[in-house]
Structures are given as C-alpha cells and as structure tokens.
Antibody, heavy 119, light 107 residues
C-alpha cells in the first residue's frame, strides 16, 4: 500500500525557516516525480513545487521561487521542502503527493502538515 | 499562467440528482486535465485524469468530458458519500494550476 507521511510543520515567525519531510513507502520511490501542494485555511489547492525521479529537474510556483527548495533522498525514500524567508501568506496545510508515472497529476497524497507563519 | 475557472463555486443538490461541474481553461490544455474530490480535513483524492479516464476504484457514476477549453465533471446519481469539494487541475504546462473548487452540498 502506498503511504506518504508528512512531518515538520509548526508555528514559525515571519522571516523564519522550516523544513518539511515526507516519508514514502509501498512503491518504488526512485521511479516517480514527487510534488508539494498547499492549501491555505479555507482556500483552494495550490501547486508549490515538484521534482523529477532523480532530482535532476525541479519546478516551482513563482511565489516561492528563491525561498523554497524541493529535494529528495532516494536512499531514505524521502521528499523534502526547505522553506526560508517565510511569509504570513505561506500559512497552509502542505501535502506531499506522488505524480503519475508519466504525467503531472497526483494519484497519491499524504495527510498533510500544517505550517503557520505568525508573530 | 493558465487560469482554471470552476463553476459553480457552490452547488446544492439532492441524493439521486445528476450533477455537473464545469472547469474552463484560459487557453488550450489539450486533454491534460484531472479532477479531485476533497472532504473536510482530508487530502484530495484523484477521480479522473486525462479529461475522462476514471482512476482505479472510483465509482462509474463519475465521468468527465470536454468541449474545447471547457471541461465537465458529471456525477450521474449523487450519493451521500459524494458531498465534498471538487477541484480541477491542468497539467499541460507549468505552473500546474487548480480551479477554485466547487462545493457540493446537501439540499
């Protein structure tokens, strides 16, 4: 069974940093693109970033470019999101998701981890 | 960026009703569109990909179609488990973008 388990969320002050992790199991992690999607409280879904199977390609939404970095550790079956210079508007539940094997839609999702940016 | 406009934003319906949700793309995305269902406090769940392909395990009362840049999710006979929020997503080009969501409520 595919499982994605996020961790690392919490309360952080504006300008601070946080690193999210996603532990993957039940599938060959090295064969799939992986993605972070976020959802602000009471709002819709927003794609944040994704990363190729080998980490060789990464894409970001404009609002996080230069502040967030997506990475993966294939040996540990883990996906990460390093978030720096956090803003109040980054407050959201962050979901880790698996891309389909070929295309950029998301067939498996984690349960999410809440990031709150507030002073 | 490609804008995905969903309508309506909220829909009230009875169990057994046929329900249609629309998603319009601001430019051509070919057939690269997915639909998700999300219940309160839960992660989204993939329903349909490539406009009309049903994800494994999803009931056949869900279907998808398209006409040009207008995409439709249809629930043929609404069931109690279907009351949720539905999102479309284009994966034709980066940045990947979602529609604003359609909340299906009990009438």
């Amino acid at each position: 069974e595919v499982q994605l388990v996020e961790s690392g969320g919490g309360l952080v002050q504006p300008g601070g940093s946080l690193r999210l992790s996603c532990a993957a199991s039940g599938f060959t992690f090295s064969s799939y693109w992986m993605t972070w999607v976020r959802q602000a409280p009471g709002k819709g879904l927003e794609w944040v970033a994704d990363i190729k199977e080998d980490g060789g390609e990464k894409y970001y939404v404009d609002s996080v470019k230069g502040r967030f970095t997506i990475s993966r550790d294939i040996a540990k079956n883990s996906l990460f999101l390093q978030m720096n210079s956090l803003r109040v508007e980054d407050t959201a539940v962050y979901y880790c998701a698996r891309d389909d094997g070929t295309y950029r839609y998301f067939d498996k999702w984690g349960q999410g981890t809440l990031v709150t940016v507030s002073s | 960026d490609i804008q995905m406009t969903q309508s309506p934003s909220t829909l009230s319906a009875f169990v057994g009703d046929r329900v249609t949700i629309t998603c319009r793309a601001s430019q051509s995305i070919s057939a690269w569109l997915a639909w998700y269902q999300q219940k309160p406090g839960k992660a989204p769940k993939l329903l349909i990909y490539k406009t009309s392909s049903l994800e494994s395990g999803v009931p056949s009362r869900f279907s998808g179609s398209a006409s040009g840049t207008e995409f439709t999710l249809t629930i043929s006979s609404l069931q109690p488990d279907d009351f949720a929020t539905y999102y479309c997503q284009q994966y034709y080009i980066y940045p990947l973008t979602f529609g604003g969501g359609t909340k299906v409520e009990i009438k």
